[in-house]
């Protein structure tokens, strides 16, 4: 009878070294993370993400979700460019109510240092508003986005974006077609850097 030689299994985890990730300047590098690998080469374009309690601290925002890429690591840390935001569907699904009309804005915009990122705003109104009204509050919210961000630099568009301080200005803006209860933007992505 042939003796069956069993291959000695090789463990990985032990040749894999532990990476902290930390979050762009633009949030004050704060550490989001660790991740593990056995190469740093396999850990560019990996993604992260992080809530916006984590980074800021603050309970009332938790229901934002960062996204960022790693992009570089130098020893055994690994830091991360930004790739867009989400906010959850529950939150999104809270402000809703019977009797009132929801308005997305979908908008692809340009900023100022050449970056291309795809900008999805909901506008929920305070009643039920017409086909004909929500097609113009729509056309408002693109008009707005697209100016905000070509006089912003891409930074400057993220916090402004985070902060809530650009949501603010369209929804000051497009309530002077409809009364409004609220603007959000609910979700970012980057779609290219400059060249």
Same mark, same amino acid.
């Given at each position: 009878m042939a003796k069956v030689r069993r291959r000695r299994v090789r463990d990985t985890w032990k040749e894999k070294k532990w990476y902290t990730v930390t979050a762009p300047s633009l949030f004050g590098e704060k550490e989001i993370g660790v991740t593990p690998a056995r190469d740093p080469k396999l850990l560019s374009t990996r993604r992260v993400e992080a809530t916006m309690r984590e980074l800021t601290?603050?309970?009332? =925002?938790q229901y934002v979700k960062l996204k960022f890429e790693i992009e570089n690591v130098t020893g055994d840390k690994a830091t991360t460019k930004f790739i867009g935001h989400e906010v959850t569907t529950d939150y999104v699904r809270s402000? @809703? =109510?019977r009797g009132t009309s929801r308005v997305d804005a979908p908008k692809i915009v340009k900023t100022k240092d050449g970056y291309k990122v795809k900008v999805h705003t909901l506008a929920i109104t305070t009643r039920r508003a017409k086909s004909s009204q929500q097609r113009y509050m729509r056309k408002i919210i693109e008009d707005k986005i697209e100016e905000l961000a070509s006089e912003k630099t891409f930074n400057e568009l993220v916090e402004g974006i985070v902060t809530e &301080? @650009?949501?603010s200005e369209i929804y000051h803006e497009a309530k002077k077609v409809y009364?409004? &209860? =609220?603007?959000?933007i609910i979700k970012t992505k980057v779609l290219g850097e400059p060249a």
């Amino acid at each position: 009878m042939a003796k069956v030689r069993r291959r000695r299994v090789r463990d990985t985890w032990k040749e894999k070294k532990w990476y902290t990730v930390t979050a762009p300047s633009l949030f004050g590098e704060k550490e989001i993370g660790v991740t593990p690998a056995r190469d740093p080469k396999l850990l560019s374009t990996r993604r992260v993400e992080a809530t916006m309690r984590e980074l800021t601290g603050d309970f009332s =925002r938790q229901y934002v979700k960062l996204k960022f890429e790693i992009e570089n690591v130098t020893g055994d840390k690994a830091t991360t460019k930004f790739i867009g935001h989400e906010v959850t569907t529950d939150y999104v699904r809270s402000m @809703i =109510r019977r009797g009132t009309s929801r308005v997305d804005a979908p908008k692809i915009v340009k900023t100022k240092d050449g970056y291309k990122v795809k900008v999805h705003t909901l506008a929920i109104t305070t009643r039920r508003a017409k086909s004909s009204q929500q097609r113009y509050m729509r056309k408002i919210i693109e008009d707005k986005i697209e100016e905000l961000a070509s006089e912003k630099t891409f930074n400057e568009l993220v916090e402004g974006i985070v902060t809530e &301080k @650009i949501a603010s200005e369209i929804y000051h803006e497009a309530k002077k077609v409809y009364p409004l &209860k =609220r603007v959000e933007i609910i979700k970012t992505k980057v779609l290219g850097e400059p060249a």
